[in-house]
């Protein structure tokens, strides 16, 4: 039964040229109109889903949902408190960038209800930003934060690291300077090339050349080490917390529990359906005209695809996968989801671990996680 519930918002001030999520400059915004439409997609996807559970997350994506009138977040976090109830302690999410513009939104979006931040700062050094193409600066960044934990209990920040040419010692060091910042969740990413995005061409017309692999699972390795002895071990692949400060909204996908999704290319899972709304914000503003809902897609999922995806998901936490709890939920057999003898394999090499009834990727098999789910995750289960 759903207990999350994710809204996005698609516009961005500008096009960072590594992004490929659904996001998109526009020169006007009607904010009635938006506010209109995501009243009623969310009383759309009420009808479709009949859980009596209350919300336990919500989550603003994006785009750059900092971007949105507090008066809209709070309107939208009204009606789904209407329709679905709040459990005591909901965990409220809301993406940002850390520019001073925003930063000034902050006591009217916690006014709002929503009681956590996650902040795009993505580096501390001004030139990554420029080659990143942030609209922001290092000190209007770190201001930013500061604003961000005078308002909000829990606070969150993005870097991006393995970039070009980066060495340990740059990044030993901005790393170290954001521990220093005092938040209780980092979540870290690698720059990955994603094929439609700018960087994609530039790599193609030779402007940068991508850090090496090597390199880069050696800044990974020293990722873990720095933060687990900061006391922020890694709980998922790129994401690191305080005991107690994980992103409840997060380990909601990654556990693979339904979710419910709003907003232009939203993603749901619920009851076994598969939900995708329209990506395109026009296109999206349509079919709710027309439907009364942004849904462009509906699909029930096979069990096997609800177990892939579930294993996909569940292996990239520290905490894996109970596979017995799996294989009764979706009713598969064992030997179905995994492949023992691989399994076997790579547990000898010291890149996966069994405690009991639960499996799981250890350290040095987190940087090799993507080529070890291909080798796992059963021929069958995918064939299913």
Known sequence: MAKALYIHWPFCLAKCPYCDF??????????EVWERALLS?????AGQNKSQEKLASIFFGGGTPSLMPPTLVEKLLHEAEEIWGFEDGIEITLEGNPSSVEAANFAALASA?????????QSLRDETLRFLGRLHGTGEAIRALATAQSHFGRVSIDLIYARPDQTEADWRQELGEALALGTDHLSLYQLTIEPTTRFATDVRRGVF?????????????????????????AYEISNHARPGQESRHNLTYWRYEDYLGIGPGAHGRRDGIATLRHKKPENYLAAVERQGSGISENRTLTKHEQASEALLMGLRLAEGIDRTAL?????????????????????DLGLVWK??????????????????????VSEDLVAG
């Open 327 to 347: 294989t009764r939920r979706f009713d598969v057999t064992s030997v179905t989801m995994l492949d023992d003898a691989k399994l076997r394999l790579y547990r």
């Open 113 to 121: 209800g929503v009681n956590r931040v996650s902040l795009g700062v």
């Open 355 to 376: 405690k009991a009834d639960r499996i799981g990727v250890t350290e040095a098999g987190m940087p090799l996680l993507d080529a070890l789910l291909g080798e796992l």
């Open 41 to 45: 997609d969310m009383r759309a996807e």
């Open 22 to 31: 659904n996001s998109h400059v526009r020169e006007r915004t009607d904010m």
């Open 209 to 233: 050349t991508p850090l090496d692999n090597d390199p880069a699972a050696d800044l990974f390795a020293m990722t873990r080490e720095m933060t687990a002895a900061a006391g922020l071990p």
